[in-house]
């Protein structure tokens, strides 16, 4: 049976679908930040929130991004204040999780470093999706030269996103819902993976 895996869970969940991610690295560019306001800059140079595999993740970011364009300071006690008021506290892995994320940054001036590490790992998932959906383009029977016109043009926006990090991993909404999913086996059992968590 087919397991629909819904990636709001918590981030120790083990069960992750072998897609590039490292989640070490991303809690180190999220704790950083959270001791150290002035390494969001660092870090929003190189991700975006839609290049964080975690979902959690995903919603700290983009929190700390519109608290910095609000001059909020961010702190553990900030954010988790900011994301309670907006309803996002739970599905940002709650009070204690959030506590925790400073305790992950082995050294916090290597904040670019892990936001590199992070952007790198969001790219190898596009290339897996782009790769997939060109396969089903094949066996669906699309002329050839317009499947390799469309591979030619999705490797050069993933390389764009790679040479000017910070951009969405796909271009548009229509972009994910046409994107097939990918299929893996954990513990012996089928995992359907959807580009949607990569994206949104």
């Not at 704790?31 to 993740?57: M, R, T, W």
């Not at 994320?101 to 290339?127: E, H, M, T, W």
């Not at 029977?141 to 999705?154: H, L, N, P, Q, T």
Request: with cysteine; proline share 4%.
């Amino acid at each position: 049976m087919a397991d629909h895996r819904d990636h709001s869970a918590a981030c120790d969940n083990h069960e992750f679908p072998k897609l590039p991610h490292d989640l070490e690295a991303e809690r180190s560019v999220l704790g950083a930040v959270l001791l150290n306001n002035d390494y969001i800059a660092i870090a929003s140079e190189k991700v975006a929130p839609e290049h964080f595999f975690c979902q959690e993740h995903h919603h700290i970011f983009q929190q700390m991004l519109d608290m910095r364009k609000r001059r909020v300071a961010i702190d553990t006690l900030t954010l988790r204040d900011d994301l309670e008021r907006i309803g996002d506290l739970e599905a940002s892995g709650g009070a204690p999780y959030l506590a925790k994320l400073v305790d992950c940054v082995p050294c916090v001036s290597n904040v670019g470093f892990y936001a590199d590490i992070v952007r790198q790992k969001a790219i190898l998932r596009r290339v897996i999706y782009s790769t997939n959906t060109l396969q089903k383009q094949v066996f669906d029977g699309e002329d050839a030269s317009v499947i390799i016109a469309r591979a030619m043009d999705s490797l050069s926006r993933i390389a764009a996103d790679n040479t000017a990090p910070g951009q969405n991993l796909f271009d548009t909404p229509e972009e994910i819902e046409n994107a097939p999913p990918l299929r893996f086996a954990v513990q012996g059992r089928l995992v359907v993976e959807t580009a949607r968590h990569v994206w949104s």
